[in-house]
């Protein structure tokens, strides 16, 4: 996560026209249909800093993102050549005891090995530094042998911020390549290699991404180097889930050729993130919004897995899947709900209508089994609208689980919080 040095970040829709509820509108497009995969229980990702003493996320999920867990290298060896990997097994066996695919974030470099011992970083001294090659191919090997293709391998966290990178774009490249062929020399080509997670929200940090992507090594592209894209998708602190779309096209539009048919995962995200320790409050009826729409828009601008953060989030963020003392908030609901509309469902798509008396709604479609359609509606703000559903609707249901069976076309009103309507194909 990148809060506590956003404002040190290193300095290095097409419009179409649709059919929307059988009126002609002139919408903003969403996804690409022809790009659509079936949504799996390892789209829906999390972050769990407690992971390793047994703790478990309440909401449903299938990865998890091993992160501020004490599973970084610098805590696993702490002196040269020792190796503790308690806290790491800990972390990983009981994410696979619960059905959550690990992803383990390698780095952050061990002072004894860093180039820089005295190089600031969120996680002490040299903890940013480039580290010794040596040393790191060793340390990636035997993270590589020890869990093999049980897990998936990140290369790094977020190096276009200086509070977890001081090095270089070219340091950065090689230490990616390194690991990348190491991990392929112990596990052949069938582990998942992703690369570091990038926040995009500062031009800074789009510069580094950019100029990261388009390094060559031994004549190939860094982007063949690895299997997936990582980024992390934080809007500003004032924007809401559809404020991270424009972050999401760059990523995208920036890479090279080599990258841009690769899966890309969003490595992080929540809301109201101001590199301070609190975020401004919201509603809960908001907070509920915003999980509901995050998982949504995610799913339909075909991003191959999203990891919330966190289950356990402090007030750095605005939208709170737990309770203090236990339990599902209201956004942890709607996110169960939001999960039982997509689960095994096709995205086809998400539109907001820019015409009439609808404009400003939001309408979702997937594709469900042979025979199912869903679309879900919502319109961030103002007042509700009355929508009219299609002749072959079958039931609808609002965020909180409610299902109400009711066949034909009728009217329902759709204001903030998601609505799905479940339709014959």
């Known amino acids: 996560?990148?809060?506590?040095?956003?404002?040190?970040?290193?300095?290095?829709?097409?419009?179409?026209?649709?059919?929307?509820?059988?009126?002609?509108?002139?919408?903003?497009?969403?996804?690409?249909?022809?790009?659509?995969?079936?949504?799996?229980?390892?789209?829906?990702?999390?972050?769990?800093?407690?992971?390793?003493?047994?703790?478990?996320?309440?909401?449903?999920?299938?990865?998890?993102?091993?992160?501020?867990?004490?599973?970084?290298?610098?805590?696993?060896?702490?002196?040269?050549?020792?190796?503790?990997?308690?806290?790491?097994?800990?972390?990983?066996?009981?994410?696979?005891?619960?059905?959550?695919?690990?992803?383990?974030?390698?780095?952050?470099t061990p002072r004894f090995y860093a180039r820089n011992p005295g190089a600031p970083g969120a996680y002490g001294r040299g903890a940013s530094s480039m580290p010794s090659i040596r040393a790191w191919t060793r340390y990636v090997g035997r993270v590589a042998h020890r869990y093999g293709t049980a897990v998936d391998y990140q290369i790094w966290n977020e190096p276009n911020v200086i509070g977890y990178w001081t090095?270089?774009?070219?340091?950065?490249?090689?230490?990616?390549?390194?690991?990348?062929?190491?991990?392929?020399?112990?596990?052949?080509?069938?582990?998942?290699?992703?690369?570091?997670?990038?926040?995009?929200r500062l031009n800074s940090q789009k510069a580094w991404y950019q100029e990261y992507w388009h390094q060559t090594a031994g004549g190939r592209s860094l982007a063949s180097y690895v299997d997936v894209i990582g980024a992390t998708l934080y809007p500003q602190e004032d924007e809401a889930p559809e404020g991270q779309l424009p972050l999401l096209r760059f990523a995208r539009q920036a890479l090279p050729a080599a990258g841009r048919h690769k899966p890309l995962w969003n490595m992080e995200i929540n809301y109201g993130l101001r590199g301070g320790p609190t975020a401004k409050r919201?509603?809960?009826?908001?907070?509920?919004?915003?999980?509901?729409?995050?998982?949504?828009?995610?799913?339909?601008?075909?991003?191959?897995?999203?990891?919330?953060?966190?289950?356990?989030?402090s007030g750095i963020a605005n939208t709170h899947l737990r309770r203090p003392a236990g339990g599902l908030t209201r956004a942890g609901r709607a996110w169960n709900v939001t999960h039982g509309w997509l689960l095994d469902t096709v995205p086809k798509g998400c539109h907001q209508s820019v015409d009439g008396r609808l404009q400003g709604l939001w309408t979702c479609k997937l594709r469900a089994g042979a025979d199912e359609v869903r679309r879900v509606y919502y319109k961030p703000t103002g007042d509700a609208v009355p929508v009219t559903t299609v002749r072959s609707t079958r039931s609808w249901s609002d965020l909180a689980g409610h299902v109400t069976t009711r066949r034909g076309s009728f009217p329902i009103s759709v204001g903030q919080l998601p609505v799905m309507v479940s339709s014959r194909r």
């Open 1 to 108: 996560m990148f809060v506590r040095t956003l404002d040190r970040s290193l300095s290095r829709g097409a419009i179409v026209l649709v059919i929307v509820l059988g009126l002609v509108s002139l919408v903003l497009a969403v996804g690409s249909p022809a790009d659509a995969k079936t949504i799996r229980e390892r789209f829906f990702g999390i972050h769990d800093s407690v992971v390793a003493s047994g703790d478990i996320p309440r909401v449903t999920t299938g990865a998890i993102r091993l992160w501020e867990t004490g599973t970084s290298w610098r805590e696993i060896e702490r002196s040269p050549g020792s190796f503790d990997w308690t806290q790491l097994d800990a972390a990983v066996t009981n994410a696979e005891a619960n059905g959550l695919r690990p992803l383990i974030v390698l780095g952050q």
């Open 167 to 200: 090095g270089t774009v070219e340091q950065m490249a090689t230490l990616t390549v390194t690991a990348s062929r190491k991990i392929t020399a112990v596990l052949g080509r069938h582990a998942t290699i992703t690369g570091p997670s990038f926040p995009l």
């Open 282 to 313: 919201i509603s809960r009826a908001k907070q509920a919004s915003y999980a509901s729409r995050t998982l949504l828009l995610n799913a339909n601008s075909h991003v191959g897995r999203m990891y919330w953060f966190s289950w356990n989030i």
